[in-house]
T-cell receptor, first 115, second 109 residues
Framework: GAGVSQSPSNKVTEKGKDVELRCDPI?????LYWYRQSLGQGLEFLIY????????KSGLPSDRFSAERTGGSVSTLTIQRTQQEDSAVYLC?????????????FGPGTRLTVL | DAKTTQPPSMDCAEGRAANLPCNHS???????VYWYRQIHSQGPQYIIH???NNETNEMASLIITEDRKSSTLILPHATLRDTAVYYC??????????FGSGTKLNVKP
């Protein structure tokens, strides 16, 4: 079946512009996660959704970052007034439910470059 | 949160077993050990997970010490396609699910 998809695959933007990154989870998966990976770094957890709800947003790097999920499916990660340090690969994952034993399936990521 | 410590890199000869260690000395009783890998330019791929018993699947085996303070991921017959960064994660609260820097496994012909 279809896996997690993300769009765009690559995004180049100018400093100060807003960007939206999209994630389509696997159909039927209620939990959705956003991570980012900066060059040479490990994955950094940003936020998760259980259904349309994000119980804890403390992992978001700053108030320029926001995320929403509608209809228990598609999620959008928005970065306002982008900065060069926002350049990274943004990865989305989904799992059947929000349980520690549920495997997370990752999308291919969106590579964001802020000039 | 239980943090993990992994060597930054390891080499393995093709066809040999690759044994990737992970220390997680502060693990709690209800925290699982997960292993993912990331092949260059791709998203992370789930490999295996366990709580306290050793686990085996079609990809790998996971050996967890009796005190659960460390574990070893075993790829029984490494191939060139197994070259990747391998992440050991310990967490039961996805609010703070952090991968760390992982081990870069270089499988050599």
């Amino acid at each position: 079946g279809a896996g997690v998809s993300q769009s765009p695959s690559n995004k180049v933007t100018e400093k100060g512009k807003d960007v939206e990154l999209r994630c389509d989870p696997i159909s039927g998966h209620t939990a959705l996660y956003w991570y980012r990976q900066s060059l040479g770094q490990g994955l950094e957890f940003l936020i998760y959704f259980q259904g349309n709800s994000a119980p804890d947003k403390s992992g978001l790097p700053s108030d320029r970052f926001s995320a929403e999920r509608t209809g228990g499916s598609v999620s959008t990660l928005t970065i306002q007034r982008t900065q060069q340090e926002d350049s990274a690969v943004y990865l989305c994952a989904s799992s059947l439910d929000y349980q520690s034993t549920d495997t997370q399936y990752f999308g291919p990521g969106t590579r964001l470059t802020v000039l | 949160d239980a943090k993990t410590t992994q060597p930054p890199s390891m080499d393995c000869a093709e066809g040999r077993a690759a044994n990737l260690p992970c220390n997680h000395s502060t693990i709690s009783g209800n925290e699982y050990v997960y292993w993912y890998r990331q092949i260059h330019s791709q998203g992370p791929q789930y490999i295996i997970h366990g709580l306290k018993n050793n686990e085996t699947n079609e990809m790998a085996s996971l050996i967890i010490t009796e005190d659960r303070k460390s574990s070893t991921l075993i790829l029984p017959h490494a191939t060139l396609r197994d070259t990747a960064v391998y992440y050991c994660i310990v967490e039961n609260n996805f609010n703070k699910f952090y991968f760390g820097s992982g081990t870069k496994l270089n499988v050599k012909p």
